[in-house]
T-cell receptor, first 113, second 119 residues
């Protein structure tokens, strides 16, 4: 079945460090890919998305490129801030079928000052 | 941007009580809404897909009679946890997709969640 696998956390970095959170997917069709962020006690917010191969999604300094050849959508940021501390979820949705979001397990990120 | 309001944000009640959670799309219409459950430090588990004017579609293993879903309008879906027990304690999150957006690639918009604690 369709699935998303994320880098296991928790991830702890110092402020201004470079961030990579790995995400790979398995899909029977041709998915759209998303990164969502969840701050403590809140719901999910869309961070960025990409709908076709080689698309790059970007927002708030975060970037992720849809790599069909490696079935990956890794999240990167050049210089993290304390306010980036949150849980990050990679997700996919297939155009065909039930069009349900399939989430990875989430990666908890903590940024220390 | 698209806003989804979920209410209440937190509920604490006794075992055996039924609890209703509301999910509203404030500035768009949503033919389809989704209900998720999240356990501590875990990912979101889709419980059901709520369809306006028709029956909800439940995921395998989710009890229909336990988790009643009603989607009576294009801006409101409700989840009722009937005769709640401590094992139903969890974080419940709803999401909605803008019906006005033609592409299914459009993201779902999430509410802020409801933390349900059953004593």
């Amino acid at each position: 079945g369709d699935s998303v696998t994320q880098m296991e956390g928790p991830v702890t970095l110092s402020e201004e460090a470079f961030l990579t959170i790995n995400c790979t997917y398995t899909a029977t069709g041709y998915p759209s890919l998303f990164w969502y962020v969840q701050y403590p006690g809140e719901g999910l917010q869309l961070l960025l998305k990409a709908t076709k191969a080689d698309d790059k999604g970007s927002n708030k300094g975060f970037e992720a490129t849809y790599r069909k050849e490696t079935t990956s959508f890794h999240l990167e940021k050049g210089s993290v801030q304390v306010s980036d501390s949150a849980v990050y979820f990679c997700a996919l949705i297939l155009i065909q079928g039930a069009q349900k979001l399939v989430f990875g397990q989430g990666t908890r990120l903590t940024i220390n000052p | 941007g698209a806003v989804v309001s979920q209410h209440p944000s937190r509920v604490i009640c006794k075992s055996g009580t039924s609890v209703k959670i509301e999910c509203r799309s404030l500035d768009f219409q949503a033919t389809t809404m989704f209900w998720y459950r999240q356990f501590p430090k875990q990912s979101l588990m889709l419980m059901a897909t709520s369809n306006e004017g028709s029956k909800a579609t439940y995921e395998q293993g989710v009890e229909k009679d336990k988790f009643l879903i009603n989607h009576a309008s294009l801006t409101l879906s409700t989840l009722t946890v009937t005769s709640a027990h401590p094992e139903d304690s969890s974080f419940y999150i709803c999401s909605a997709r803008d019906s006005g957006q033609l592409s299914v690639n459009q993201p779902q918009h999430f509410g802020d969640g409801t933390r349900l604690s059953i004593l």
